[in-house]
């Protein structure tokens, strides 16, 4: 199970603009990040409250949520697909991942998609994660949880999964290799 911003996609574009303008995600801005992942807010509204509590144009914010995907993620996933079930789980607005997966043409990726904007709830909540295993039909305990930041990796670990924290691609292929996964 992976996640997507700090692991597929090369950074979070919301940390990335947080960090470029002096801000941090607290306080308003934590609160407008959470509304939009999970589900409270739209894309556009998040933008104008970024947009009010900084004093820049919406669009120039908009403008500024520029995604890289590392391609060697993508060709790690690309060799798991055969022979594991492998899912995507990701605090994001759909309205902000789904042209993204589709543009990249990353949705035949992945078995099950969860996105937290559009299930309603959002990691670290452990309901997210038994609903991705529940979906991609497998037990805590046959999992690897996938992310960046590592309060939710410990959020996966406390349900049972394995939780690995990403920092680049050749660590993961190795963390991976060391539980027995053939990547």
Known sequence: M??????????????????????????????????????????????????????????????????????????????????????LLSNASSELLR??????????????????GEVGVAKPDPRIFNLALERVKVGAEEAVFIDDLPQYVEAAENIGMTGLQFAYAKQLISDLQKLGVDA
Not at 99 to 116: A, C, K
Request: charged content about 25%.
């Open 99 to 116: 042209p993204l997966l589709q543009e990249h043409n990353l949705e035949p990726l992945f078995r099950e998609i969860i996105i937290s």
């Open 2 to 87: 992976f996640d997507f911003f700090g692991v597929i996609a090369t950074a979070d574009p919301y940390e990335v603009w947080l960090r470029d303008h002096g801000y941090t995600r607290r306080d308003e801005f934590l609160a407008a990040s959470q509304a939009l992942d999970s589900g409270q807010i739209a894309l556009g509204e998040f933008y104008d409250r970024l947009s009010t509590l900084s004093g820049q144009p919406a669009a120039s914010i908009r403008r500024g949520f520029v995604v890289t995907i590392n391609q060697e993620v993508v060709e790690l996933i690309n060799r798991l697909r055969p022979r594991y079930q492998v899912g």
